[in-house]
């Protein structure tokens, strides 16, 4: 998205406590993942993805360990995922996936920040073709020659490859190969040091530094709900 935006985006978000919601989202996704495939790891591989991106963002072992008991007792919460789509101001499209326990509060409360935000929300699929959704894994770069690791990934699935800011290995993949991927990386010994579900824009909307400003406003209140899990959009 160019460096512009994200000096943009981390001057916006620089009040908001990023780990405490990485903690509550992936203590969401573990909770889910359990209740789908129960709680051994070994045997559940969207708990071993939320096990590994626990570890991506430093989440204690403990706490992780907490969210598998909690998921498992008496008292679990039963959370339900949910996406809903819509606009930002200036014609900007914005798609939020939530994960919620009431989805009258949930929905009541995106309309809401759309509002505010001078957004408005609109109606299932009214913006979702304006996006790819991929699966991207995040590993560890120890070397690797990149042009020899696109020719031993192509035939799992791989869409992209490339490096991060940081130097490390992102891997694309399309939606529907995101386990072969996983199993993939996996086999290879690679670490992974993240894997998620992502939406990628096929078109972007270039604003003014104003205009930005104004559609980063109700990105960054979305964001904070406790309810939303990550928010995608088209803003170059």
């Not at 559940?44 to 498992?72: E, F, S, T, Y």
């Not at 930002?88 to 759309?114: E, K, S, Y």
């Not at 869409?159 to 991927?181: C, L, P």
């Not at 406003?217 to 899990?229: A, C, G, H, N």
């Amino acid at each position: 998205m160019g460096r512009i935006f994200e000096v943009r985006k981390s001057t916006m978000f620089a009040r908001w406590d990023k780990m405490a919601k990485n903690f509550s989202r992936i203590g969401k996704e573990i909770a889910i993942a359990v209740k789908q495939g129960g709680p051994d790891p070994d045997n559940n591989p969207a708990l071993r993805r939320c096990v590994q991106n626990a570890k991506g963002v430093n989440m204690p072992k403990d706490r992780v360990d907490a969210a598998i008991k909690r998921a498992m007792g008496k008292d679990k919460t039963d959370y339900e995922e949910a996406v809903y789509e819509g606009y930002a101001p200036h014609g900007v499209a914005v798609i939020v996936d939530t994960a919620t326990d009431n989805t009258t509060r949930t929905v009541a409360n995106v309309r809401m920040h759309f509002n505010k935000g001078g957004g408005s929300l609109g109606t299932s699929g009214s913006v979702g073709f304006l996006f790819n959704r991929v699966g991207e894994f995040k590993v560890k770069n120890e070397g690797q020659n990149l042009e020899e690791l696109e020719l031993e990934l192509i035939d799992f699935g791989l869409d992209e490859i490339g490096e991060d800011s940081e130097g490390n290995i992102i891997v694309r993949v399309t939606f529907t190969e995101f386990g072969n991927m996983s199993k993939a990386l996996e086999d290879k010994g690679l670490e992974v040091i993240s894997s998620e579900l992502k939406r990628i824009p096929t078109t972007t909307v270039e604003l003014n530094e104003e205009q930005a400003k104004e559609v980063l406003e109700l990105i960054d209140r979305l964001e904070q709900d406790d309810d939303v899990q990550q928010v995608f959009h088209n803003l170059k």
